[in-house]
Every structure is written in C-alpha cells, then in structure tokens.
C-alpha cells in the first residue's frame, strides 16, 4: 500500500494528475467502482479513469445519450416475453445470457405468436428458437434499419402523434435512412441476404406494434457502433414502441455490473452519477465530494489510454479486474505500453495473467463469492452480492484497497469508509443531489436509499431505478424497504433528458469499413464467445468440466474457403493480420457466411501459446463511442506445418 502511494505521489509531484491512469472494469461492484472513480476524478484530479466497459458498451451509451439525452434502457426483461415480435440484433443470446434465453424459449412456447428473429452474420445456437435469420453482411446493420424505417413510413405505420409530441430531427432521419439505398432488391444485395428474407423481417415489424428489439456485441463493437444503436432506436421512436409493455428498444449488457459502472461515473467521459464534464456537473460534484482537486475534463478511452502509455505520456497505471492484454486489440502494442510504463499496478483475484505479467505492483483482491454490495443488470435493476466465503489469504475488496491508498494519499476523511454500505449510501445520496426539479434532471436516481441502514442493506431485495421519492417507504420506522413497483418503464409518454425533453432521431447515414478485407488480408475475422467460457478464463479455465465444451482455440471457417486456402478440418491453420499472428485449429462450419471467419476471444498466453486472437484484431475505433471494433478485421489464412 505505501508502495503504491509513494509512486503514485512522486508521479504525479514529477508530471501531473494526467500521467496517471486507473483502468477498471464492469465486474468490479458499484461500491469498487464509486471508490475508484470518486479518488481518481475528484482527489486526484484526472479523468484518465475508463473501463472495459468501454470495449462492451460505449456505444449503446453514446447512442442512447444522443436519443433520450441519458444512458437509459426503457424496457424490461419481462418485455421480452411480451413481445409478439422479439428481434435479436448481434447477440448469441443462448450462450451469452443463457438465463434470459431459457426465458424467451419458455415463454415462446406459452405463446406460437411470438416470433423472433436473430440478424447476426453467423448461425448461432440463438438460431435454434428463431423463425427466422437474417445473415447479414458484417457492418450492413444500419442499413438493414434505415431499410426498416423507410419500409414503416411507406407502409403508413408512423406513430405521428408521438413524432409530433415527443422528439425531434424525424425528417431528416427519414431522408437519410431513405438515400442509403436505391430499391429493396440493392438494399436486400447490400445486406447480403435474401429479398424476400428481409422483407419477411420488416412486415412482421409492420404487423404488431409489440416489437422488442435487443441487441448486443454485435452493434456495440463496431466502428460504426453507435450508428447501428441509433438506426434501431429511430424505429421504435417512430412508431411509438419505447418503454411499453412488450415493446421498445432493449440493450443486453454484457458483463454483471456494465451498468453498474456508468451509473457512478466509470467511463473517462462521465462525471459521477450520470453526469458529465459540464460547467454546472462540475460543481455539483465537487461540491458534493467537497473535492479538492475535480478533474474539469474528460481523460482517455481504453484503446488511447495505452496508446498513450505507448507514448509516454502516461507513466502510472493501475489496472483493476480486467485483463487488457488480452481483451485490447492489437495486444502487442498494449504489451509494449506496459513494458513501457514506469509503474504498473494490477489488482486481481488470481496471480497469474497476461496482464499481471506485466505488474510492478502486484494487490491480491476479492472476488465474487468473497466480497460484498451491489451490481445493477441490463433492465436498470440493482441486486446485492453478498460474500459466501471468508476472504481468501490477503485479499481485499476493491473498494478497501482504493480506500487504503486514499487515506495515504492523505485523503482519509473522504474515503473513510466503514463497509460497502457507507458507499451504497453515498451513491444514492449523490444521485439525488439537486436533482429534484431544479435544472435538468437526470434519469438516474436512488435517492431514497440514502438513508436506508444496515441491515435493510443487508436484506435488500433487487429493485430498479428510477427509485422516485415515493416509490418506496418505510413500513415503520425502523424495518425493511417495501417495494411498490415491480417493474418501471421510461418514455412511453416522453419526457426525456434532452433539454427541450424531446427524443432526437439521428440522421444514421451508411459508412463503407474503413478497414476492408482486399487482396493482402482477404478474409473477415469476427472474434466472440464460446459457452462455456468467461472472458479471457482466468476463473473458467480452471474448471475440467466447463473446458469440455470448447477445449481449446479454433477458427471457424465456411468449407468453401477452407478449400481455397488447403484447410483440412481439425487441422492447424496460421492466421495473420496487419497486427500479429496467431495458430490454431481448423473448425469447418456452414454457420458461417463464405469470405468470413470467426475466432473466441478467450484463450490467452496461459494457456496457449499460439491461440490468441487479441494479438489479430485491428484498433479501428467508432468515432464517437470510441469503442473498438473487435468484430471486423481482415486477415488471411494458411495451413500451419508445425516444424518436426
Ligand atoms: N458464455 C459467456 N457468456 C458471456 C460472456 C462470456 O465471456 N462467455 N461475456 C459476457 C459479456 S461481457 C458480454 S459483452 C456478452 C456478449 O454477448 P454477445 O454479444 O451475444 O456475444 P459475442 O459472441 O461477442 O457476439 C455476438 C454476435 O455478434 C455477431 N456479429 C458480429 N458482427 C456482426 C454485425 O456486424 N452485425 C450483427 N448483427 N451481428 C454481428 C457475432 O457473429 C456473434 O454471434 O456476453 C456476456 N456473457
Ligand atoms: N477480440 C475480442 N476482444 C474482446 C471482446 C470480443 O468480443 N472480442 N469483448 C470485449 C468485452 S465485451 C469485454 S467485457 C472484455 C472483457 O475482458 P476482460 O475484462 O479483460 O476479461 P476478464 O477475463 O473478465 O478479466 C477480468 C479480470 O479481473 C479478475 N477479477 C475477477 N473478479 C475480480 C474482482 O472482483 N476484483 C478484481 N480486482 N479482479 C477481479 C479476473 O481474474 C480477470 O483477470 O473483453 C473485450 N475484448
Ligand atoms: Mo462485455
């Protein structure tokens, strides 16, 4: 802990708050990441805090605030089972949220109605429930969903009323959506899929006005991310379908507390709290904080961030339940940047990473089932973890060891934190710091929950914000919460963040990739998960049973461009990119499309050497979420003979 302070104080004496970096991550609880967020932003002194989050969900964020003016889901989980059409946009909803999966197969076979339909590129076993797939050309979404709005507005199925009442820029929406194509059979060309499949597609969506639409790593990694989020939030805008029962756009996070960590501020563009680096937010919080040192600007995003420790300009990082090496793209430079780094602090609940190779500073901290507080899902609901398990060894929660060093730092009043419902208590109170009418309101509060005590906290039932002043109340003075909402539901009646508190369609115009496969890399790479596997399976690696679905790292490849390359199934192959290269095994599969192949994620330097697609994937970044898009990479493929 004195190390750790010592080098961030002399670092920041010698070069300023802005040579030092905090990179964190969505599985860090909320009460961590306050804690972090609170120290770098408002003691510190610099907004060099982001996220893997910003590689999983900054451009629903970013979209989303360009829609409704506030990072905000309208809808529900149970609008899903709603839904008379659920339409899955870029997610492998079976594997990657398999409990939401089993109930949408559930509830589908309640109801023959509901359909649903899958728009990802690769047959997935998402397919296995859908009435229909639509497998798109990689990048082609926005225009899928400007065919989409088009289509609705021939079709005469406009909710002009709610257009007229509550949102702005529809025209020129409708313009642009309209010029990125000239009829349905380019559009459908454009796309890469049938006519009449895409058509299928759209009067189904002309049909029922419940239409759930969810999306996931598919329009987030993209770098035209934010764009695709808009396109499909400008239908349900259009005609009316946001947060009513059944119907509205619907963003799946990806990991436990990706929500979590945009509600406190864990993204280098956000303040705290839902808020940003405008003049008024600014002084909201430092007041709040009574912070001596409020950083004013916004700090790096993830893939700059290590570019700038590449560059020296960053010369202390402290990397907090993420694995960079491996989830970054083009992992070699990352390398570099963290060879580079004077000082390298890594806290994680094992010892030995890709990552932590790279630690001069190395904190043992606790993981899920050791620590304590609160996550928040994908439909805005907050949910406590409680520890099964004593701490293991020396381990600490996160929000202990940022503490620690905060009060060496010399900021001991400020983070003198008792237990993670100190925290929870402050977050709630800074939510609803003057947000009760005055000035523009923001979307996200709990305010009531700043005074709820410890043992409420300690039985706390899953609840969602919005939590107004009235929604909840005590039964008497000194018992639990009682819940009088069960399910909330944002915009069916407008009232959004904007400031005239009127949606914005955005004009989503169609973009060609700007990193395109051609005759040096000719085949499209698109990384993503696997079942049985968590990220880059520091934890799932190590369980024998769950390394029996997948057991080791693959290429999936259409036959036809396995045998154009001389690829033999259960063979090697060598894959190569502008960026590095990697060897694996050879899986033929006609879930893919032809000219594209797909790699997992998962395997690290742990445990394969060779099969490790992060060193492959290219930096190309969305130019206004800044998120990578780790779906789109050219490369080319040849058999690997290994050297005997
Ligand atoms: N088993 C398992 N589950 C997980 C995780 C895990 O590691 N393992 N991680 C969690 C996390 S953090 C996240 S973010 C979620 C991610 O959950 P998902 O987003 O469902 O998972 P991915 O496999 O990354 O990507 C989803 C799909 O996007 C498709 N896709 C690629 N390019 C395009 C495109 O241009 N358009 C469209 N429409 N689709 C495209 C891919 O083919 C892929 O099938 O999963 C969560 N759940
Ligand atoms: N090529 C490619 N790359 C990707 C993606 C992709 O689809 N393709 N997906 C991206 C997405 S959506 C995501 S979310 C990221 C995920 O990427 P990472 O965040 O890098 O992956 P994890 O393996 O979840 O890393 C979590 C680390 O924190 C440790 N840990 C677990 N719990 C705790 C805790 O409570 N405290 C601390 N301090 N440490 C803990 C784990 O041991 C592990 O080392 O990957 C991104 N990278
Ligand atoms: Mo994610």
């Given at each position: 802990m004195d190390e750790v302070t010592e080098r961030l104080k002399s670092t920041i004496e010698q070069y300023g708050p802005n040579a030092v970096a905090l990179y964190g991550s969505g599985q860090l609880l909320t009460e961590d990441y306050y804690v972090a967020n609170k120290l770098m932003k408002g003691f510190i002194g610099s907004a060099n805090m982001d996220t893997n989050s910003r590689l999983c969900m900054a451009s629903t964020v970013a979209g989303q605030k360009r829609a409704?003016?506030?990072?905000?889901?309208?809808?529900?989980?149970?609008d899903l089972e709603l839904s008379d059409l659920l339409v899955l946009v870029g997610s492998n909803t079976a594997w990657c949220h398999p409990v939401l999966f089993q109930r949408i197969r559930a509830m589908k076979e309640q109801r023959p109605e509901m359909k649903v339909v899958v728009i990802d590129p690769r047959r997935t076993d998402t397919c296995d429930i859908a009435d229909l797939h639509l497998a798109i050309r990689p990048g082609t979404d926005v225009l899928l969903f400007n065919g989409l709005l088009a289509w609705l507005a021939d079709k005469g199925v406009l909710d002009q009323a709610y257009i007229n009442e509550h949102s702005q820029g529809f025209d020129q929406a409708l313009d642009v959506a309209r010029s990125s194509f000239s009829d349905m059979a380019q559009l459908a060309e454009a796309c890469g899929v049938e006519r009449e499949t895409m058509t299928c597609f759209y009067e189904w969506f002309t049909e029922t006005d419940k239409s759930v639409t969810a999306w996931s790593q598919g329009v987030n990694q993209s770098a035209v991310g934010s764009d695709k989020v808009n396109a499909m939030i400008n239908c349900h805008l259009a005609t009316g379908r946001i947060g009513k029962p059944g119907s509205g756009p619907l963003s799946l996070t990806g990991q436990p507390n990706a929500m979590g960590g945009r509600e406190v501020g864990g993204l280098a563009n956000q303040l705290a709290a839902h808020m940003d680096f405008t003049p008024e937010d600014i002084s909201r919080v430092e007041r709040f904080w009574d912070a001596p040192n409020i950083a004013k600007a916004p700090g790096k995003t993830a893939v700059d961030l290590f570019k700038a420790m590449d560059s020296g300009e960053i010369k202390f990082v402290w990397i907090m339940g993420t694995n960079p090496v491996v989830s970054l793209p083009n992992s070699n430079q990352v390398i570099r940047a963290l060879q580079k780094c004077p000082t390298v602090v890594v806290s994680d609940c094992i010892e030995k990473t890709d990552t932590a190779a790279f630690a001069d500073i190395l904190l043992p901290a606790a993981p899920w089932s050791e620590k304590d507080g609160t996550v928040t899902n994908s439909e805005r609901r907050i949910s406590r973890q409680r520890a099964l398990f004593p701490l293991a060894g020396e381990a600490k929660p996160d929000w202990w060891i940022v503490s620690e060093v905060a009060s060496r730092l010399g900021f001991a009043e400020a983070f003198n934190?008792?237990?993670?419902v100190d925290i929870f208590r402050e977050h709630a109170a800074l939510s609803g710091f003057e947000n009760n009418g005055s000035g523009r309101v923001r979307d996200f509060t709990i305010a009531p929950m700043a005074t709820i005590t410890d043992p409420e906290y300690q039985t706390l039932d899953p609840f969602q914000w919005p939590l107004s002043e009235n929604a909840y109340h005590r039964a008497d003075s000194d018992s639990v919460l009682s819940r009088t909402d069960s399910q909330s539901r944002l915009f069916s009646d407008g009232g959004f963040f904007t400031p005239n508190g009127k949606a914005r369609f955005v004009a989503t115009h169609f973009q060609q990739p700007l990193n395109a496969p051609g005759k040096r890399y000719p085949l499209l790479l698109n990384t993503g998960r696997v079942r049985d596997h968590w990220h880059t399976m520091t934890r799932t690696g190590l369980s024998p049973r769950l390394n029996q679905h997948t057991d080791e790292p693959f290429l999936a490849i259409h036959p036809e461009d396995a045998e154009r390359n001389r690829l033999s199934d259960r063979g090697l192959c060598q894959i190569s990119s502008e960026f590095g290269k990697a060897v694996v095994r050879v899986q033929i599969s006609d879930a893919q499309r032809c000219g594209e192949v797909f790699m997992p994620m998962h395997w690290t330097r742990q445990h394969?050497?060779?099969?490790?697609s992060g060193v492959l994937?290219?930096?190309?970044?969305?130019?206004?979420?800044?998120?990578?898009?780790?779906k789109f990479t050219p490369v080319s493929i040849m058999p690997y003979e290994s050297e005997q």
């Amino acid at each position: 802990m004195d190390e750790v302070t010592e080098r961030l104080k002399s670092t920041i004496e010698q070069y300023g708050p802005n040579a030092v970096a905090l990179y964190g991550s969505g599985q860090l609880l909320t009460e961590d990441y306050y804690v972090a967020n609170k120290l770098m932003k408002g003691f510190i002194g610099s907004a060099n805090m982001d996220t893997n989050s910003r590689l999983c969900m900054a451009s629903t964020v970013a979209g989303q605030k360009r829609a409704f003016g506030s990072d905000t889901v309208p809808n529900n989980y149970q609008d899903l089972e709603l839904s008379d059409l659920l339409v899955l946009v870029g997610s492998n909803t079976a594997w990657c949220h398999p409990v939401l999966f089993q109930r949408i197969r559930a509830m589908k076979e309640q109801r023959p109605e509901m359909k649903v339909v899958v728009i990802d590129p690769r047959r997935t076993d998402t397919c296995d429930i859908a009435d229909l797939h639509l497998a798109i050309r990689p990048g082609t979404d926005v225009l899928l969903f400007n065919g989409l709005l088009a289509w609705l507005a021939d079709k005469g199925v406009l909710d002009q009323a709610y257009i007229n009442e509550h949102s702005q820029g529809f025209d020129q929406a409708l313009d642009v959506a309209r010029s990125s194509f000239s009829d349905m059979a380019q559009l459908a060309e454009a796309c890469g899929v049938e006519r009449e499949t895409m058509t299928c597609f759209y009067e189904w969506f002309t049909e029922t006005d419940k239409s759930v639409t969810a999306w996931s790593q598919g329009v987030n990694q993209s770098a035209v991310g934010s764009d695709k989020v808009n396109a499909m939030i400008n239908c349900h805008l259009a005609t009316g379908r946001i947060g009513k029962p059944g119907s509205g756009p619907l963003s799946l996070t990806g990991q436990p507390n990706a929500m979590g960590g945009r509600e406190v501020g864990g993204l280098a563009n956000q303040l705290a709290a839902h808020m940003d680096f405008t003049p008024e937010d600014i002084s909201r919080v430092e007041r709040f904080w009574d912070a001596p040192n409020i950083a004013k600007a916004p700090g790096k995003t993830a893939v700059d961030l290590f570019k700038a420790m590449d560059s020296g300009e960053i010369k202390f990082v402290w990397i907090m339940g993420t694995n960079p090496v491996v989830s970054l793209p083009n992992s070699n430079q990352v390398i570099r940047a963290l060879q580079k780094c004077p000082t390298v602090v890594v806290s994680d609940c094992i010892e030995k990473t890709d990552t932590a190779a790279f630690a001069d500073i190395l904190l043992p901290a606790a993981p899920w089932s050791e620590k304590d507080g609160t996550v928040t899902n994908s439909e805005r609901r907050i949910s406590r973890q409680r520890a099964l398990f004593p701490l293991a060894g020396e381990a600490k929660p996160d929000w202990w060891i940022v503490s620690e060093v905060a009060s060496r730092l010399g900021f001991a009043e400020a983070f003198n934190y008792s237990g993670s419902v100190d925290i929870f208590r402050e977050h709630a109170a800074l939510s609803g710091f003057e947000n009760n009418g005055s000035g523009r309101v923001r979307d996200f509060t709990i305010a009531p929950m700043a005074t709820i005590t410890d043992p409420e906290y300690q039985t706390l039932d899953p609840f969602q914000w919005p939590l107004s002043e009235n929604a909840y109340h005590r039964a008497d003075s000194d018992s639990v919460l009682s819940r009088t909402d069960s399910q909330s539901r944002l915009f069916s009646d407008g009232g959004f963040f904007t400031p005239n508190g009127k949606a914005r369609f955005v004009a989503t115009h169609f973009q060609q990739p700007l990193n395109a496969p051609g005759k040096r890399y000719p085949l499209l790479l698109n990384t993503g998960r696997v079942r049985d596997h968590w990220h880059t399976m520091t934890r799932t690696g190590l369980s024998p049973r769950l390394n029996q679905h997948t057991d080791e790292p693959f290429l999936a490849i259409h036959p036809e461009d396995a045998e154009r390359n001389r690829l033999s199934d259960r063979g090697l192959c060598q894959i190569s990119s502008e960026f590095g290269k990697a060897v694996v095994r050879v899986q033929i599969s006609d879930a893919q499309r032809c000219g594209e192949v797909f790699m997992p994620m998962h395997w690290t330097r742990q445990h394969s050497e060779t099969g490790f697609s992060g060193v492959l994937v290219n930096p190309v970044l969305d130019p206004v979420s800044k998120q990578p898009d780790l779906k789109f990479t050219p490369v080319s493929i040849m058999p690997y003979e290994s050297e005997q």
